[in-house]
């Protein structure tokens, strides 16, 4: 006996959601916006300027939880705005198969 109702879809496959954002912050706040980025799940900053600007980047396993994560960003005391500049999502599995070298090498 099957789990699901008879005519329900199976179980979407587990995703993977990648995402990254220019942060703006208040150059006098940027180690402690740095800190509270850096505690939130999946995330990683790959450079920041004295400006108060950061690159960063994402991983959720769901929208949901993308979006949760970006609005945490936004709502971090000491940042001024975010803006999304890339945003992909596939399947785990998908995200984890090998490219082929297109050289040939």
Known sequence: MSAFPPNAPPPAPP????????VH?????LP???AAILAIAGSD????SD???????????TTDDMM???SEIQRLDGVLASALVYQHADT???MNEEI??????
């Open 51 to 61: 400006t108060g600007k950061l690159v960063v980047t994402l991983e959720a396993p």
């Open 92 to 94: 785990l599995a998908a």
């Open 32 to 34: 402690d916006v740095r």
């Open 15 to 22: 995703e993977l959601h990648i995402a990254s954002l220019v």
């Open 45 to 48: 900053i790959h450079g920041a």
């Open 100 to 105: 082929g070298d297109v050289h040939g090498s």
């Open 25 to 29: 912050a208040l150059p006098h706040r």
């Open 68 to 70: 949760a994560r970006i």
